[in-house]
């Protein structure tokens, strides 16, 4: 029995019916997919675009604010905003002028301009830490900030959260079953143990955090302040004072990850709670859409890379920082983009429009909740909330899990795909960006309402 205590055999009839009303909808998007499986892997430029909700490929014309069209001609009101990538909207003015004036005046050059200068100041300004550094992805700055940190520490364990989400780091795909450290499933060619070098502990347990951490073997905890990608998991009060505290008393680094969590505020949950990390990392919205991620450090972790660099240099025919950075990290077009995005569209302003929307969501999701007498939770992190199939709000990777209903959630989000709504997929979480009004909200949640009643309509739904 699902923790939803909705019958699989009624959602099953309810998503057939939304699966053919999809297909009937959508014939253009249905043609490109059939031709686009003769030259994509899979249909797709990326797999996990085939793992919607959708019987066949959603095809996109075209996206700008809190919108985007098909290529049928529908427009969706966009909650998903390519899962953070497009916090702030899709294509803001701002960036869209910034993209066509860098066009003109150069992409990628190896070399920094004043962009580059003025985009780290704002950082520093903003997150609170004094020196900067530009990636491409959330995955290479966490890849980056992880050799950093086994360099200056000399230890080599990475020590994350079960359930983590820090990208398609190698290190992080591991999960804590019955207190061992075990590949995550359905992980494929992996040629060395992780469990070797990487340690997984359940969120909110300071008892198994510190014991981790006595082993006086880990590097750094790399962690995001709330959990985001295996369902939203906020931490209990006080369990991220306690992981500063207890990383200190053990000598591992902490690194904060808030590529998802920046959802809270113009500093992310590292300034609105006062986090204080040694590294802090964040991709996605970064630069507006535009490829680009960062990680910052303290004066201390600066001083301390100085001087891994100069061991590494005196002690091998390296120069101290192998296997960091690519060709177009921090391109000249990334770089603009960056500036631009921190001065004028990543504003507080633009938080002062989305949080509100968001607790106006949240709060709409528990009445429908309590409407339709269900026993689900709702969980919310600033501009993000997410419904979640259980009474209370987890409080670990392994309790999000336990609530997964996949058939349930995806035939919800084909629901709302069907009339014009996209949430983001895998699991029920929303942002709302500066472009969303509140009349998005209110259509969100009456669409939701119809559908739930329909899903309970269907004899023996319940139970």
């Known amino acids: 029995m699902y923790q939803s205590g909705i019958n699989d055999k009624a959602v099953e009839t309810f998503a057939a019916g939304e699966r053919e009303r999809f297909l009937q909808r959508n014939p253009k998007s249905v043609k490109l997919a059939k031709r686009a499986r003769k030259s994509l892997f899979g249909g797709v430029p990326m797999h996990w675009m085939s793992d919607w909700s959708m019987p066949s ?56 301009g004043e962009d580059a200068i003025i985009a780290g100041e704002l950082l520093a300004e903003r997150f609170g830490l004094p020196f900067w ?30 359930g983590c989400y820090h990208g398609t780091v190698d290190d992080v795909m591991v999960r804590c079953k019955e207190g061992r450290t075990v590949h995550r499933g359905g992980l494929i060619g992996q040629a060395r143990n992780l469990a070797k070098t990487s340690r997984a502990v359940p969120f909110n347990d300071v008892a198994a955090l510190q014991a981790a951490l006595a082993q006086g073997d880990v590097a750094a905890i790399l962690c995001e302040p709330a959990m985001t990608n295996i369902g939203m998991v906020l931490p209990e009060p006080g369990f991220m004072d306690k992981v500063r505290e207890l990383s200190k008393q053990y000598g591992s680094l902490l690194i904060i990850d808030e590529t998802h969590t920046i959802s809270t505020g113009p500093g992310g949950c590292t300034r609105a709670w006062n986090l204080k990390p040694d590294f802090i990392t964040l991709g996605k919205p970064i630069a507006g859409g535009v490829p680009c991620s960062v990680y910052g450090c303290s004066h201390e972790m600066a001083q301390a890379m100085r001087l ?39 504003t507080p302003a633009a938080y002062e429009h989305m949080l509100p929307l968001a607790a106006r969501l949240a709060a709409g999701l528990r009445g429908l909740i309590g409407k339709h007498g269900l026993n689900w939770s709702v969980t919310e992190l600033g501009a993000r909330c997410e419904f979640q199939f259980c009474a209370t709000s987890p409080k670990t990777g392994a309790e999000a899990e336990a609530a997964f209903h996949d058939s349930l959630q995806m035939a919800l989000h084909l629901y709302l795909i069907n009339r014009g709504i996209l949430i983001t997929p895998f699991h ?36």
């Open 57 to 112: 490929s959603l095809f996109v014309s075209h996206a700008k604010g809190a919108r985007f069209h098909d290529v049928d001609g529908h427009a969706y009101i966009d909650f998903c905003l390519g899962d953070t990538g497009s916090m702030f909207g899709h294509s803001p003015d701002p960036i869209a002028k910034a993209i066509a004036e860098q066009g003109a005046n150069g992409l990628t050059t190896m070399l920094p």
């Open 133 to 162: 550094q530009v990636a491409t992805t959330a995955t290479d700055a966490n890849r980056f900030v992880i050799r950093w940190a086994r360099a200056i520490t000399n230890r080599k364990v990475l020590l994350v959260f079960d």
């Open 308 to 346: 891994a660099q100069q061991h590494a240099s005196e002690t091998s025919s390296g120069h101290g920082h192998s296997g960091m950075g690519t060709t177009l990290s921090a391109n000249a077009l990334a770089m603009h983009c960056m500036r631009v995005n921190l001065e004028q569209v990543m």
């Open 428 to 463: 029920n979480m929303t942002l709302c960006c500066p472009d969303t009004t509140a009349a998005d909200v209110d259509t969100l949640l009456a669409t939701l309402d119809e559908g739930l009643s329909e899903l309970l309509a269907i004899p023996g739904a319940r139970g």
